[in-house]
C-alpha cells in the first residue's frame, strides 16, 4: 500500500504543490492530471524519491520510503521521459540491464522483446530503432519486472494506436494482479478498467 | 551478495568495454602530455630525472580528470543514472564498485604504462618501480575524489574548468604524497611513511568517498 | 488584495525578520569598521616604531595578518552555515553562505597580495612556496570553487544544495591540506624562512593588529549582511514573478 | 615629520603603499557593487509589485 501524506514541493522559490495526501492499496491505479508546470512529473519523482519535498511522508506498506529505501526500490518500477536504453547496446543487452539484479533466462528476455514487436530488431544496437521502437523496448521491461508498484511519466508518448492498446492490457493486467499504478498522461486513458483522477491544478489554491 | 556485487561490476565492466574510444583518448592524452615535459623544458637527463615523478603525476592527475568526465555525464543524458539510483542496491555500494570498474579501464592502463615512462626519463630500476607502486595506489584515490567532483558538475554546460577547479584542491595532498614518495627515494630516503599514509588514504576514501559521491548525485538528479 | 500579501511570507519568516535588522546593522557596523580602522591604522603608522629587523615593512602585517584570519575564519563559518542549509534546508543559512564568499575570498586575495609585498622586501622575493602562503591559495580555489558551481547550476535549490556540499567537503579537505603542506614543505626545504610575524611585538603594534582585525570584522559583516539583503530581494522577485506565473 | 619621508617609508614605501592601497581599492569596489545590487533589486522589486497590484486591479474591474 502506498500513503503519500502533506507532500509538498518545491521549485524556482515556488510551491508546485502542498499539503497532497493520497492513499493507494493493492490493485488501484491513479492517473495524475494537471496543466503544464503543475508538477505532475516533480510529483512522481518525489514519489520515487529522486526529488526531495519540501515537507511530507512517502509510506510504502507503512514503512518510511527515505529509511527503508532498498525495499521500496526493489517493489518501484519507474519510468522516466527518457527512455533509458544505451544506445550503443541491443534491445536484449538493454533490457537486462534495465532489469538490474534481478535474474531473468534469455527466453523470458526473448519472448518480452517479441511481445514488444522488437522480436527481430532484438540484435540491432537501440541507435537504429524509432521513437516508438525505443519506447516500447523500455516498455518491455513492465513485461518481465517483479515490481508491484509502476510508476510511469506519460508511457503513451510516441506510441501507435496498436502499441496504445498492447500497454493498455500490460497495465490492465498487473491491476488485476494486485498491482498498483501511478501514472501521467494528457490523453484520457483508453483502459478498461476503472482508475482514480488526481488534478494537481485543483490541488493548491 | 557476492554475486550481486560482481554482476553489478560486469555490468559496469561491459557498459565501459563499449566506450573503447574513451580509454584510447585518456591513454594518448597521458602519453603526449608526459612527453611534453622534456620537449617543453629540457632534455638535460639529469633534470629530467628531477622532473620525472612530477610529471608523471601531474599528466596522470589530469588524465583522470579528463576521464571522470564521461563518468555520469551520458548516462544522465540517457536517464539511465535515474534508473541506477533506483536500484535496490545500497547506493553508495553501487557507485564503489561503479568507480573501481573506471579504474579498472581509465586508471589501471596508466599504471601499466608508467614503468615505460619511468625508462624514458631514464629512472633506474628501483625508482621505476617505486613509480608505479606509487600510481597503484595513488590513482584510485584520484578516481573516488575526482568521482565527487563529477557528479557535483555532471550535466552543467561548461563543466570541463570547473571540475578542475573543483577537483586541484582535493588532490594537492595526494599529489604531495606521491610525487615526493618518488623523489625521496631517488635521495635515498625511506619511503614507508610514504606508502603507509596513501595507504591510509586510499582506504579512507575507499570508505567515505562513495557516500559522498551518492550524496552529490541526488543533489544532482534533484 | 495587493500582491505582496499572496507572497507566502511564512516561507521568508526568517528572512522578514532578517532584513529590517540588517538595514539598521548595515550602517552601523561599517561606521565602526571604519573608525575602528582609522584608530588602527593611527596606532600602526604613527605610534608603533620602526621594527629595528623588517624596518617599516613589517606595518603590511597590520593588514596581512587580519586579512589571513579573515579569510580562515569566513571560510569556516561558510561551511558552518552549508551544514545548517543542508542538514535543517534553513533558507537564511544558504543565503548567508552564499554572501560569504566574495568576501572571503577578496580577503584571501589580500592576504595572497600583501603576503607576496611584504616578502619583497623581508625575503628578496615576491613568492616563496611557504606552506601557509601555498595553503592560502588553496584557499582561493575552495572560495572560487564554490562560487563558480553556485553560479554554473542553473536551478538555485540544485546550486545551493550541491555548493554547500562542496563547502563540506572543503573544510574537511583543508587541515588535510595545510598538513600536507607542511610536510612537503619541510621535504623539501627550498627555503628557510617562516612566515613569522617576528617574536618581538610591542603592545602598541598588538593594539594596532587587534583593532585592524576588528574593524576587518566589522566590514565584513556589513557588506555581508547587504549581500543577503540584495539576495533575499532577488529571490522574492523570483517567488512573485512564478506565483503571477501559476495564477494564469 | 615630514610627509615624503612618511611616504617613502625608509624605502619600503611601494610595498606598504601597495598594499594598503589595493586592499583599500577592493574594499570600495566591493561596497559599491554590494550596494548597487542592492539598490537594483530593491527598485526592480517594487516595480513588479506595483505592475502586479495594476494587473490584478484591472483583473477585478473586469
Same mark, same amino acid.
Given at each position: 500500500?502506498?500513503?503519500?501524506?502533506?507532500?509538498?514541493?518545491?521549485?524556482?522559490?515556488?510551491?508546485?504543490? $502542498?499539503?497532497?495526501?493520497?492513499?493507494?492499496?493493492?490493485? &488501484?491505479?491513479?492517473?495524475?492530471?494537471?496543466?503544464?508546470?503543475?508538477?505532475?512529473?516533480?510529483?512522481?519523482?518525489?514519489?520515487?524519491?529522486?526529488?526531495?519535498?519540501?515537507?511530507?511522508?512517502?509510506?510504502?506498506?507503512?514503512?518510511?520510503?527515505?529509511?527503508?529505501? &532498498?525495499?521500496?526500490?526493489?517493489?518501484?518500477?519507474?519510468?522516466?521521459?527518457?527512455?533509458?536504453?544505451?544506445?550503443?547496446?541491443?534491445?536484449?543487452?538493454?533490457?537486462?540491464?534495465?532489469?538490474?539484479?534481478?535474474?531473468? $533466462?534469455?527466453?523470458?528476455?526473448?519472448?518480452?522483446?517479441?511481445?514488444?514487436?522488437?522480436?527481430?530488431?532484438?540484435?540491432?544496437?537501440?541507435?537504429?530503432?524509432?521513437?516508438?521502437?525505443?519506447?516500447?523496448?523500455?516498455?518491455?521491461?513492465?513485461?518481465? $519486472?517483479?515490481?508491484?508498484?509502476?510508476?510511469?511519466?506519460?508511457?503513451?508518448?510516441?506510441?501507435?494506436?496498436?502499441?496504445?492498446?498492447?500497454?493498455? $492490457?500490460?497495465?490492465?493486467?498487473?491491476?488485476?494482479?494486485?498491482?498498483?499504478?501511478?501514472?501521467?498522461?494528457?490523453?484520457?486513458?483508453?483502459?478498461?478498467?476503472?482508475?482514480?483522477?488526481?488534478?494537481?491544478?485543483?490541488?493548491?489554491? | 551478495?557476492?554475486?550481486?556485487?560482481?554482476? *553489478?561490476?560486469?555490468?559496469?565492466?561491459?557498459?565501459?568495454?563499449?566506450?573503447?574510444?574513451?580509454?584510447?583518448?585518456?591513454?594518448?592524452?597521458?602519453?603526449?602530455?608526459?612527453?611534453?615535459?622534456?620537449?617543453?623544458?629540457?632534455?638535460?637527463?639529469?633534470?629530467?630525472?628531477?622532473?620525472?615523478?612530477?610529471?608523471?603525476?601531474?599528466?596522470?592527475?589530469?588524465?583522470?580528470?579528463?576521464?571522470?568526465?564521461?563518468?555520469?555525464?551520458?548516462?544522465?543524458?540517457?536517464?539511465?543514472?535515474?534508473?541506477?539510483?533506483?536500484?535496490?542496491?545500497?547506493?553508495?555500494?553501487?557507485?564503489?564498485?561503479?568507480?573501481?570498474?573506471?579504474?579498472?579501464?581509465?586508471?589501471?592502463?596508466?599504471?601499466?604504462?608508467?614503468?615505460?615512462?619511468?625508462?624514458?626519463?631514464?629512472?633506474?630500476?628501483?625508482?621505476?618501480?617505486?613509480?608505479?607502486?606509487?600510481?597503484?595506489?595513488?590513482?584510485?584515490?584520484?578516481?573516488?575524489?575526482?568521482?565527487?567532483?563529477?557528479?557535483?558538475?555532471?550535466?552543467?554546460?561548461?563543466?570541463?574548468?570547473?571540475?578542475?577547479?573543483?577537483? *586541484?584542491?582535493?588532490?594537492?595532498?595526494?599529489?604531495?604524497?606521491?610525487?615526493?614518495?618518488?623523489?625521496?627515494?631517488?635521495?635515498?630516503?625511506?619511503?614507508?611513511?610514504?606508502?603507509?599514509?596513501?595507504?591510509?588514504?586510499?582506504?579512507?576514501?575507499?570508505?567515505?568517498?562513495?557516500?559522498?559521491?551518492?550524496?552529490?548525485?541526488?543533489?544532482?538528479?534533484? | 488584495?495587493?500582491?505582496?500579501?499572496?507572497?507566502?511570507?511564512?516561507?521568508?519568516?526568517?528572512?522578514?525578520?532578517?532584513?529590517?535588522?540588517?538595514?539598521?546593522?548595515?550602517?552601523?557596523?561599517?561606521?565602526?569598521?571604519?573608525?575602528?580602522?582609522?584608530?588602527?591604522?593611527?596606532?600602526?603608522?604613527?605610534?608603533?616604531?620602526?621594527?629595528? %629587523?623588517?624596518?617599516?615593512?613589517?606595518?603590511?602585517?597590520?593588514?596581512?595578518?587580519?586579512?589571513?584570519?579573515?579569510?580562515?575564519?569566513?571560510?569556516?563559518?561558510? +561551511?558552518?552555515?552549508?551544514?545548517?542549509?543542508?542538514?535543517?534546508?534553513?533558507?537564511?543559512?544558504?543565503?548567508?553562505?552564499?554572501?560569504?564568499?566574495?568576501?572571503?575570498?577578496?580577503?584571501?586575495?589580500?592576504?595572497?597580495?600583501?603576503? +607576496?609585498?611584504?616578502?619583497?622586501?623581508?625575503?628578496?622575493?615576491?613568492?616563496?612556496?611557504?606552506?601557509?602562503?601555498?595553503?592560502?591559495?588553496?584557499?582561493?580555489?575552495?572560495?572560487?570553487?564554490?562560487?563558480?558551481?553556485?553560479?554554473?547550476?542553473?536551478?538555485? %535549490?540544485?546550486?545551493?544544495?550541491?555548493?554547500?556540499?562542496?563547502?563540506?567537503?572543503?573544510?574537511?579537505?583543508?587541515?588535510?591540506?595545510?598538513?600536507?603542506?607542511?610536510?612537503?614543505?619541510?621535504?623539501?626545504?627550498?627555503?628557510?624562512?617562516?612566515?613569522?610575524?617576528?617574536?618581538?611585538?610591542?603592545?602598541?603594534?598588538?593594539?594596532?593588529?587587534?583593532?585592524?582585525?576588528?574593524?576587518?570584522?566589522?566590514?565584513?559583516?556589513?557588506?555581508?549582511?547587504?549581500?543577503?539583503?540584495?539576495?533575499?530581494?532577488?529571490?522574492?522577485?523570483?517567488?512573485?514573478?512564478?506565483? %503571477?506565473?501559476?495564477?494564469? | 615629520?615630514?610627509?615624503?619621508?612618511?611616504?617613502?617609508?625608509?624605502?619600503?614605501?611601494?610595498?606598504?603603499?601597495?598594499?594598503?592601497?589595493?586592499?583599500?581599492?577592493?574594499?570600495?569596489?566591493?561596497?559599491?557593487?554590494?550596494?548597487?545590487?542592492?539598490?537594483?533589486?530593491?527598485?526592480?522589486?517594487?516595480?513588479?509589485?506595483?505592475?502586479?497590484?495594476?494587473?490584478?486591479?484591472?483583473?477585478?474591474?473586469?
Amino acid at each position: 500500500m502506498l500513503e503519500i501524506e502533506g507532500l509538498a514541493v518545491e521549485r524556482e522559490e515556488r510551491l508546485l504543490f $502542498s499539503g497532497l495526501s493520497v492513499k493507494l492499496s493493492a490493485g &488501484e491505479g491513479l492517473h495524475i492530471v494537471g496543466k503544464n508546470g503543475a508538477g505532475k512529473t516533480t510529483l512522481l519523482r518525489a514519489l520515487c524519491g529522486l526529488t526531495l519535498p519540501a515537507t511530507g511522508v512517502i509510506k510504502w506498506n507503512d514503512q518510511d520510503v527515505t529509511e527503508f529505501r &532498498e525495499a521500496f526500490c526493489s517493489d518501484l518500477l519507474y519510468l522516466g521521459h527518457k527512455n533509458a536504453n544505451k544506445t550503443e547496446l541491443n534491445c536484449r543487452e538493454n533490457l537486462r540491464l534495465a532489469l538490474g539484479i534481478q535474474t531473468i $533466462s534469455d527466453e523470458e528476455v526473448g519472448d518480452a522483446l517479441h511481445e514488444a514487436g522488437l522480436g527481430m530488431l532484438s540484435h540491432l544496437p537501440t541507435r537504429f530503432l524509432s521513437q516508438g521502437q525505443q519506447r516500447r523496448l523500455s516498455l518491455a521491461r513492465l513485461l518481465l $519486472s517483479k515490481a508491484t508498484l509502476w510508476v510511469l511519466d506519460e508511457p503513451y508518448v510516441a506510441l501507435d494506436y496498436k502499441a496504445i492498446e498492447w500497454l493498455d $492490457s500490460i497495465l490492465e493486467r498487473h491491476l488485476k494482479n494486485k498491482g498498483l499504478l501511478v501514472l501521467t498522461s494528457h490523453q484520457t486513458l483508453t483502459m478498461s478498467s476503472t482508475i482514480r483522477v488526481l488534478n494537481l491544478g485543483e490541488q493548491h489554491a | 551478495m557476492h554475486k550481486m556485487l560482481w554482476k *553489478l561490476f560486469s555490468r559496469d565492466m561491459t557498459l565501459f568495454m563499449h566506450r573503447k574510444q574513451d580509454v584510447v583518448t585518456v591513454l594518448g592524452f597521458f602519453l603526449i602530455a608526459v612527453a611534453l615535459f622534456p620537449l617543453g623544458i629540457s632534455s638535460d637527463p639529469e633534470l629530467l630525472k628531477t622532473i620525472a615523478p612530477g610529471a608523471v603525476w601531474i599528466a596522470a592527475l589530469f588524465s583522470t580528470v579528463l576521464a571522470l568526465d564521461r563518468l555520469f555525464s551520458e548516462d544522465l543524458d540517457d536517464g539511465t543514472l535515474e534508473q541506477q539510483m533506483l536500484m535496490p542496491v545500497p547506493i553508495a555500494l553501487l557507485l564503489l564498485v561503479r568507480l573501481i570498474a573506471h579504474w579498472v579501464i581509465t586508471g589501471l592502463p596508466l599504471v601499466l604504462l608508467a614503468p615505460l615512462i619511468g625508462l624514458q626519463f631514464g629512472l633506474s630500476f628501483d625508482e621505476i618501480v617505486i613509480l608505479t607502486l606509487s600510481l597503484l595506489i595513488g590513482t584510485p584515490i584520484l578516481v573516488l575524489l575526482g568521482a565527487i567532483g563529477a557528479a557535483l558538475t555532471v550535466g552543467l554546460k561548461s563543466s570541463g574548468g570547473l571540475v578542475t577547479l573543483l577537483l *586541484l584542491p582535493l588532490y594537492v595532498p595526494i599529489l604531495i604524497l606521491g610525487t615526493s614518495a618518488v623523489s625521496s627515494s631517488m635521495h635515498g630516503v625511506d619511503v614507508t611513511a610514504h606508502f603507509s599514509l596513501m595507504g591510509a588514504a586510499l582506504l579512507v576514501s575507499l570508505v567515505l568517498s562513495p557516500f559522498a559521491v551518492a550524496t552529490a548525485l541526488k543533489i544532482t538528479l534533484d | 488584495m495587493s500582491a505582496a500579501r499572496r507572497i507566502p511570507w511564512m516561507k521568508y519568516a526568517s528572512a522578514s525578520n532578517f532584513y529590517p535588522l540588517a538595514n539598521r546593522l548595515v550602517p552601523l557596523f561599517m561606521g565602526l569598521a571604519i573608525i575602528l580602522a582609522v584608530i588602527g591604522l593611527y596606532i600602526g603608522f604613527f605610534v608603533a616604531p620602526e621594527d629595528y %629587523q623588517q624596518g617599516n615593512s613589517y606595518r603590511i602585517m597590520f593588514l596581512h595578518v587580519p586579512a589571513a584570519w579573515m579569510s580562515m575564519f569566513i571560510y569556516l563559518l561558510l +561551511a558552518m552555515y552549508a551544514i545548517i542549509s543542508l542538514v535543517w534546508r534553513v533558507k537564511m543559512a544558504d543565503i548567508m553562505a552564499y554572501s560569504l564568499a566574495p568576501t572571503g575570498a577578496m580577503f584571501t586575495f589580500i592576504a595572497l597580495l600583501t603576503g +607576496a609585498l611584504w616578502g619583497r622586501p623581508t625575503w628578496g622575493t615576491y613568492w616563496i612556496w611557504d606552506a601557509r602562503l601555498t595553503s592560502e591559495l588553496l584557499l582561493l580555489f575552495l572560495y572560487l570553487g564554490y562560487m563558480g558551481l553556485y553560479s554554473a547550476i542553473p536551478d538555485r %535549490q540544485r546550486a545551493s544544495r550541491a555548493a554547500s556540499f562542496l563547502a563540506i567537503v572543503g573544510v574537511v579537505n583543508v587541515p588535510i591540506i595545510y598538513f600536507s603542506v607542511i610536510w612537503w614543505n619541510t621535504l623539501h626545504q627550498g627555503s628557510s624562512f617562516s612566515v613569522s610575524e617576528g617574536a618581538s611585538m610591542t603592545s602598541d603594534m598588538l593594539s594596532a593588529l587587534l583593532l585592524m582585525a576588528l574593524a576587518c570584522w566589522a566590514y565584513t559583516i556589513a557588506v555581508v549582511l547587504r549581500r543577503a539583503q540584495a539576495v533575499i530581494l532577488e529571490r522574492k522577485k523570483v517567488a512573485l514573478w512564478a506565483s %503571477q506565473i501559476s495564477k494564469k | 615629520m615630514d610627509i615624503a619621508e612618511f611616504l617613502h617609508m625608509g624605502g619600503h614605501g611601494f610595498y606598504i603603499w601597495g598594499s594598503y592601497g589595493t586592499a583599500l581599492l577592493l574594499v570600495l569596489i566591493e561596497t559599491f557593487f554590494v550596494g548597487k545590487r542592492h539598490k537594483k533589486a530593491k527598485e526592480q522589486l517594487e516595480q513588479m509589485e506595483a505592475e502586479f497590484a495594476r494587473v490584478d486591479n484591472q483583473g477585478i474591474n473586469r
